[in-house]
């Protein structure tokens, strides 16, 4: 019966996971990652701290004051990398290491892995010694990765399906205790009461500050530098000596409680019968207040709505039949881009650069190679964009950057049309417009094929002898589009007259599955709609099927006819209907 209901469940998760699968090819994560490669996303012995002590090295709310990379106790704890200039902990995220399953739910899970009754037990333990063993990429079981499917997933990222396995021990453990003999229950008080007991016992490491020695022989350099490191930008001790007392205090307290809750248990049949219900009530009074925080981040003043917000969606609707704005943070020297929290514009159509917009395998690489490796690695936007000559460049034109948010006064961001006063310790907001940024959507007369992607990203940015950004661009994207002779060869001849580019295209309606344009007459073109190429998406002009070519290494291009036309791009999830086929044929 279990293995059936294992199999329907995998069945019933097909509709989500087919499209996950067909989309990971397409995607810009290395979809071939070496084991080394892997071995540097391994999950640190450091992060099982977080079952006994969740948020002692960071948390969501607090990474202003504490980035995680600058945590004294994460670079204390963890395995090191080292540059010999800073330190380089290995990677660390608060919400991507939430393992905490509650003080009594490990307690619990500990009680069902020692003596819970039947084989499910064994078959729950033995598959979280398995994922365990993978997220921490020991060797022998690292081998697992070579396979298919499994390489696509970071080895700490193997810490999440721990919670299930977690979850199933913690619940043989509360009925083993409700029908355990006192004696056995009086154990696990115990035990419960040495972990609050050690918990205090810890807040002697602190301060910090007292263990910057340490931190410097720890990754071989001078201790001076490490405090440089750490406190760049706040007092970083000072935050995590906060956060990591409150840490040891609340793992005291609830382990206190659990351990007082298993003593009553112990010591009254009545209590012990009762037992489940009065643990699952106290799990939910440790764990909601917890998770509360991670589903919320950053605590805003108000409703963190401003006049910021008000300026950009009025401007976005005056340039709705354009297409919208697109924005970007800037600052004098690329850091964090916090000026304005990401996704509150999206509803209103806004497009936000640094909002998890580049995760297909060709968005990300101009920005990669305008910016390096520190501003696009990930797939997306993660640093704001330094005031200097890029700014200018003809790939933020082509994708409709039309706004700069910052706190800076800048030079290259183009003209500032709004200047908030500063308050509550920031300095002033500003908002600049870029003068040079193309339409969403418009219509070129030439089209140059190149030999190949790489071609065609030398020709958008080319590099200087430095390999830097060449202050030189001969690529004029308002009137030349770019592609690959692979792509133009599939998608057929494409005759072309300059002054095609006179069109004018307006948008009728613009959904996040489906884009209308309506194209004034005139010569044959190419329109060029600087959203991302993937497929799924078709187009259709005045009903008829056309041919989508992808150009300017990420857009969308289709030929016009010369005349007036309605053009419809529609947008089906691949593999989704087949997967909602099965899906369905299984429930």
Known sequence: AMSLAAVVGVLMAVPQVLPSVLFFAQSARNTTPSIEELGTLRCDPAGLLGYLAPDLFGHPSRVGELPYDRSPLWLLFSQPYTNNVTPQPRYFNATEYSVYAGSLGLILALAGAVGGAGRWRRTALGFLVVVLLMALFVPGVRLVFALPVVNHVHPFRWLAPMSLFVAWLAAAGSERLRTASPRWVLAWALAALVIAVAALAATSLLPLQDHIGALGAKYGIPAAAAQQYIDQGGDRFGAADALAEAAFQRTALWFGIAAITLLGAALHARIRASLPWLLCVLALADLVPHGHGYAHGRVLQGNGWTEAHEFLVKEQKAAAERGGIAIVRGARVAGLPDALPPGMLLEHGVRDMHFDTHYDAHSHQPWLRLYGDGTAATGHLTLSLPDDARLQHPVLDVLGVSHVLTTDEMRFAGEQVLTLPARDGAGAFRIYRRPSALPRAFVVGELAVLADDAAVLATMVPLDASLQPSATVAWVPRRTALATAADAA????????????????????????????????????????????????????????????????????????????????????PGLMPGLEIGRAHV
Do not use: M
């Open 490 to 573: 599939a998608f057929g001849t494409v005759a072309l007259d300059p002054k095609a580019a006179q069109r004018e295209v307006t948008f009728v309606r613009d959904e996040s599955g489906r884009v209308d344009l309506q194209v004034s007459e005139g010569a044959v073109g190419l329109l060029v709609l600087s959203d991302t190429y993937l497929d799924g998406w078709t187009c259709a002009i005045d009903g008829e099927k056309a041919n989508i070519l992808r150009v300017d290494h990420a857009l969308r291009g289709v030929q016009l006819p010369a005349k007036s036309c309605r053009v419809r791009f529609a947008y089906q999830q």
